[in-house]
């Protein structure tokens, strides 16, 4: 129980949330939650769960090397995302293929993230920020940084939306179209690591999924339409945001938790509302056809 | 062997080959290709497996380099993303999953090499429902692909790659794991195609039976090399045998009705031993 006595509400949340650093966070993890719950589609679509999870990984090496050698973290962090997507990228088109070398890269970055942090003998603190974010630390020029990273995700998605779409989910056609499906598919890798970069920073490398996968998961239960999947999973990934901030605000407890829970909540909240409703076999139902 | 029928008229060859061979990982699949498919037949490309069928679709498609010979397709060399071609990859619709609508999947046929951010317009909008009722997949266009059969899966397939008013469709077994209903409807759908557009189709099979009421002829994968020949010519028992490696039997019913069977049989069927 005495652990517990620590957390208790803070009546005075509401000036708490007007501090210059709760209005970082507040701008920091909105223009996350947009630039994530834009690629969430993608990364479902082009069965990059998995990849998108490993590039958090594969920046932790990047953001305790930063610190070794005293650069910015987020450098570190983008330097080596951006770098581990494209190898990852470059590697066959095939899903099985891809997990292997994912799996592999991202095993040799755990263990270069290890010996960086220990010979730049970074205290625990710094490490557990990395694993886990540190949304109430983001400074004005990481600010800047992001505001650079979202304009770019969504100015270029702008541009590439439809053949993107059409190269995840119908590749085998949309090269046949002369859809650039292995071009896109290096674009695509460098905007998800540019946005792994700013979300590591908001909820931490182990528990990225939440915020790049599951707004876009729980969208893809109410509809298939890739612009209102857009929609929907940056209003989800906006309001776990706010909403961990505030709940972060009122308890004194880490907004990460908070974040990911009310992500993985409304995720739960849709899967028994709707998910019943499409997991019935839709043959007998819908084989109405009619011989002309 | 007997002369093919002109069904093109002054138009060009759909696919014409000479002399052409592919090579593909350093190994040549097939070589001494000569042959033109005429504007408006419906042509079967058969083979054992590993033959080089759909390696025959890719190289029309452009995806493949012409290691040698010269290509033309509807009169011009191969290129990606020509226009005038409808395509319907194999285990297509297992692919796909639950993140697309039929109605999106076929507008991307239309619209999904276009860059930026311009809307689907009314006008093609209205291309993509008249594809969708032409296929008789209007219906379920709103549903997600994953919640379809097989048979509907292959029906909006053919919608998407039709929906730009392809000139030549290549279609890839879009017979297997279909059920003999589903078979006989797009077997069906598709000659209807060739009736009302004057559409060339080309259909990779390993079965024909089920396609031998629409084919005109065939391109048959013998040896390493592909032959053209009227459909008329290729249902042999002596050349399907040489062909698939194992017997097969050919029968011509009273009703002039063609097919193919295994011409091998359990001795005692059913027997009590």
């Known amino acids: ?292 | 062997m007997t002369v093919l029928p002109a069904t093109g008229g002054d138009r060009p060859a759909a696919l014409e080959m000479v002399d052409v061979s592919v090579v593909r990982g350093g190994r040549t699949v097939w070589s001494e290709g000569t042959f033109s498919v005429a504007a408006g037949a419906v042509v079967g490309v058969i083979g054992p497996n590993g033959a080089g069928k759909t390696t025959l679709f890719q190289l029309a498609l452009g995806l493949l380099p012409v290691a040698g010979g010269r290509v033309d397709v509807l009169g011009a060399p191969p290129r990606r993303g020509n226009r005038r071609i409808g395509y319907v990859p194999q285990n297509y619709t297992a692919a796909l999953g639950h993140a697309i609508r039929c109605r999106d999947l076929v507008t991307l046929g239309l619209t999904g090499s276009r860059f930026g951010l311009r809307p689907t317009s009314a006008a093609e909008r209205a291309r993509v429902d008249e594809a969708l009722r032409r296929v008789g997949a209007y219906d379920y266009a709103e549903s997600r692909m994953s919640e379809l059969s097989g048979g509907q899966q292959q029906r909006v397939a053919i919608a998407q790659a039709i929906v730009d008013d392809a000139e030549l469709l290549l279609l890839d077994e879009p017979l297997a794991n279909l059920d003999l209903r589903n078979q006989q409807e797009i077997v069906q759908l598709l000659g209807e195609l060739h009736r009302e557009r004057d559409v060339t189709i080309m259909v990779v099979a390993h079965d024909l039976n089920p396609l031998l009421p629409v084919l005109s002829e065939a391109i048959y994968l013998l040896d390493g090399h592909p032959h053209h020949d009227p459909i008329t010519d290729v249902v042999q028992e002596e050349l399907l045998t040489h062909l698939y490696g194992t017997p097969v039997g050919v029968v011509r019913t009273a009703q002039g009705d063609l097919f193919t069977r295994a011409a091998w049989r359990d001795p005692a069927p059913g027997s009590q031993r």
């Open chain 1, 1 to 292: 129980m005495s652990a517990l006595a620590g957390v208790q509400f803070q009546s005075n949340w509401l000036e708490i949330l007007g501090s210059p650093f709760m209005q970082h966070a507040l701008i920091g993890g909105s223009l996350v939650a947009v630039a994530a719950g834009l690629l969430g589609y993608f990364v479902i679509t082009r069965q990059n769960a998995f990849a998108a999870h490993a590039l958090a990984h594969i920046g932790f090496p990047g953001a305790t090397g930063a610190i070794l050698v005293g650069a910015p973290v987020t450098l570190g962090l983008a330097v080596f995302c951006v770098g581990g997507g494209l190898l990852i990228g470059l590697f066959g088109r095939k899903v099985a293929d891809r997990e292997m070398a994912t799996g592999t890269i991202l095993a040799l970055a755990t263990a270069l993230g290890v010996l960086f942090a220990s010979l730049a003998s970074a205290n625990a603190s710094t490490t557990t920020s990395v694993l886990f974010g540190n949304l109430l630390a983001i400074s004005d020029d990481q600010l800047l940084v992001y505001g650079a990273f979202t304009a770019a995700v969504v100015g270029t998605l702008a541009v590439l939306a439809r053949p993107l779409v059409f190269a995840s989910v119908d590749p085998a056609v949309a090269e046949a179209r002369g859809v650039p499906v292995r071009a896109l598919g290096l674009a695509f890798v460098v905007l998800l690591a540019l946005t792994i970069t700013m979300a590591v920073q908001v909820v931490g490398t182990l528990l990225l999924f939440a915020l790049v996968v599951t707004p876009a998961a729980t969208a893809l239960r109410i509809t298939a339409r890739p612009g209102r999947v857009a929609l929907i999973s940056v209003a989800l990934a906006l309001a776990a945001v706010w909403g961990g901030l505030v709940l972060s605000a009122m308890v004194d407890l880490p907004p990460s938790f908070f974040i990911v829970s009310l992500a993985v909540l409304a995720w739960v909240v849709v899967l028994a509302v709707v998910g019943r409703r499409r997991n019935r076999p839709a043959e007998p139902l819908l084989d109405t056809h009619h011989p002309h």
